[in-house]
């Protein structure tokens, strides 16, 4: 068996896709474009597929990434690449295909950019990014069946910007991945809404890009032997 | 437009929906969109921000169309329909809808009865439409609503109320065995409650049960060549992506060629689950051997009634002997769930019918003792019978709320402690009970329900019995009343082309607990169905 990365985009009306949702439309991609996913071992085996960053629904994702294992007489050519854009839903789009070898790849996301939009005057929202970045510290209270957690935004969200768009004004900053995981985009913009005194809902949430650790090396996506048209 | 009253999750694995839509788009001049009911948070947002009910595929307002059609499956989704001709911005009463606004056509199994939806319709379809669809869309290309109308009640099936006079006779799609399953469904990309390829390998069951209205309303039975069913698997598993197939119909273990389809599709895809939608008790252990080969994990059986008496007086004929051997096969063939269904309510039913279910529960589970070695997940599944038009319970009492619930009772204070039992909502079938039989009028109930508040009556969570009890005194209404039915008002409507001697004749034999062979068995029953074109269909 093989191990393949997909790089994919999800966006349109794909975006409201919720996880599993996303990852049983890749699976059936692959099924409509005659590319077989390995099964797992068992009672019930289940296709050897997985996404290891979840979008949130609602959010589009520019550069998102599927760990597929394939048998080994699958080529991870243009034409199986063709092939699974063909048969791919609206709005998922398979970007490259990228052969890893017999290694499964565990890859962890280190640093996550977004962006979004806010409904707000453009003075207050970017008064209150530059207020992100000069204080210190935001601490925020994430409440959860699991209990309350106190974490600091500082420690997780940097590169925060305001950048004026056609119709408004849009919100870029990157997420950094811990030991502890990370923040949550609707964490830092409930904080910046705060501060611009409007209420916290983002339009168009985009994962534009994702730096992964725990790849091959040399075989990320658009590196290694990597199939992107 | 093509609609089904629940939310898109229910509506997509509708396989009735998927025939419209795939027949209207593919062999008539229209173009059909679909529509599902919001789920009540979002129509609340929807009502806020001004936003009308959208299609799926062009996201235009759903009111815009020429003919809005509702696929309505059961009683409890009426209120839905209100709520998105409500939601769409299109008048609830037919007679108050202009020029502008769509012909909304009412369809499927739940017309067997229209009254309690008729003044919210403008026509309803009786039976089965796949060869009508055409003539519905050249009905539509008369000039103005009134001719629109004038020309769809010309349409055979079609009842316009004010304009079709007497009785509509239920229409057969009589090409169903010559003619190929849907082959090009909708995909969904959400998770849908049957998230698998379907064929649709018979229509028509003719088991016979009383109690069952589908049982009687799609008569006769037709069977498709198992080429075709084969062939539409492959089909459909390459085109959808899907890794399960179901063959689908009423009673699949009845369908003459299931052991050939089966082999045949799993000799083509190994890797591929084909399901069947239910399994006969009478040759279970011997459909167990043939059909669940390599599968595992939980499998229903339907006994229905506890005891041997009520069996036969519903027609369902299962004995002692081959429920403990089907138990026993389940247990033998490697599943570790079994799952029980019956009804409770059933006409004639006494204590003693409901104490037989939980003696049964007893037996199942000692079977899976003994074979599974604690394996085993054992449950029941209860739901309250409600009595449906055009069967031969169609005039009997529903047995009434106080009744359930002391039964309901009895059942989970008799029940061995090691099964787990689920219960219907006696308060939902309740409701389900007063508009199965519902006459001219009962649209009324229907329209202050909803005004209350009623949605989604079908959710446990969503179901609200204060606005259907609400609805009830305001008009005077006894909800589930349990007095027998008398006259039957959905006849002056529907023919559903059975004839009421059969009918009579059952209920006799039910009362003598007498059995009805199967006609495709055994001699002909004389249900009145056969004839003028109209003829079973099975393979030889």
Known sequence: MTWWLLSFARRGPARYLSHLDTSRAVQRTFARAGVPIALSQGMRPKPRISLPLPLPVGAAGLEELAVIEVPDEVPGSAATLRALRAAAPPGLEPLAVVVVGDQHPRPQAREVEYTCRIESDAGALRAAVERYGSEGSVVRERVSPKGRRRLDLKDYVAGAATVAVAGGTEVRFTISYGAEGAARPQEFIDQIAEWAGVEPVMYGLERRHIAWQGLPSGRGPGDGRSVSS | ?540
């Open chain 2, 1 to 540: 437009m093509l609609s089904y009253p629940d939310v898109y999750e229910i509506g997509i694995s509708n396989p009735g929906l998927q025939i419209l839509y795939s027949v209207l788009n593919d062999e008539t001049p229209a173009v059909a969109e679909r529509a599902y009911c919001p789920w009540p948070d979002m129509a609340g947002l929807m009502r806020a921000a001004g936003e009308r009910l959208w299609t799926l595929e062009s996201m235009e307002p759903v009111a815009g169309c020429d003919l809005w059609g509702f696929t309505l499956p059961h009683e409890l989704t009426y209120t839905n329909v209100l709520e998105m001709l409500d939601l769409a911005g299109v008048p609830l009463r037919a007679a108050e809808r202009g020029e502008e606004d769509p012909i909304v056509l009412g369809g499927g199994p739940a017309v067997a009865d229209p009254w309690p939806l008729a003044p919210f319709f403008d026509a309803f379809y009786i039976g089965e439409v796949e060869h009508r669809l055409a003539a519905i869309v050249e009905a539509l290309e008369a000039p103005g609503r009134s001719a629109r109308l004038g020309a769809l009640a010309e349409v055979p099936g079609v009842w316009v109320p004010g304009r079709t006079e007497g009785s509509v006779r239920r229409e057969v799609f009589t090409a169903f065995s010559s003619t190929p399953p849907v082959l090009r469904p909708v995909v969904p990309v959400l998770e849908a409650v049957h998230d698998r390829a379907v064929v649709e390998v018979m229509r028509g069951c003719t088991a016979g049960c009383r109690f069952c209205q589908a049982g009687m309303w799609y008569r006769p039975v037709r069977e498709r060549p198992v080429d075709l069913v084969v062939d539409a698997a492959e089909r459909l598993l390459d085109e959808t992506g899907c890794d399960e197939v179901s063959l689908l119909s009423l009673s699949s273990c009845d369908y003459s060629g299931v052991h050939e389809a089966l082999t045949r599709i799993r000799a083509l895809r190994p890797g591929v689950r084909v399901s069947l939608p239910s399994l006969r008790i009478d040759s279970a252990a011997e459909n167990l051997s043939r059909f669940a080969a390599g599968q595992r994990g939980s499998i229903t059986l339907a006994p229905e009634a506890g005891t041997q008496e009520l069996r036969d007086a519903v027609n369902k004929g299962v004995d002692e002997a081959q429920f403990q051997e089907a138990v026993a096969a389940t247990f033998a063939g490697g599943f570790t769930g079994l799952k029980l269904y019956f009804m409770i309510g059933l006409p004639g039913e006494t204590d003693d019918d409901v104490a037989g279910i939980a003696r049964m529960a007893a037996t199942a589970g000692g079977l899976a003792r003994e074979m599974a070695k604690g394996r085993a997940r054992l449950s029941l599944a209860v739901s309250s019978y409600v009595p449906k038009a055009h069967t031969p319970f169609e005039h009997e009492p529903f047995a009434g709320e106080a009744t359930l619930r002391r039964r309901q009772q009895l059942l989970r204070d008799a029940m061995p402690r090691n099964v787990r039992v689920s219960f219907h909502d006696v308060a939902a079938s309740v409701v389900e009970a007063t508009l199965a039989r519902g006459g001219p009028g009962s649209d009324r109930l229907v329209e202050r329900a909803w005004r209350n508040g009623a949605r989604f009556d079908g959710w446990t969570e969503q179901f609200r019995l204060d606005a259907w009890q609400k609805a009830a005194d305001e008009l005077g209404v006894t909800l589930g009343d349990s007095a027998p039915v008398l006259d039957a008002p959905w006849k002056a409507i529907v023919d559903p082309g059975i004839a009421p001697s059969f009918l009579g004749d059952e209920l006799a034999r039910s009362r003598r607990g007498e059995l009805t062979e199967d006609c495709r068995d055994g001699a002909c029953g004389a249900c009145g169905v056969c004839g003028a074109g109209v003829e079973m269909e099975v393979l030889g």
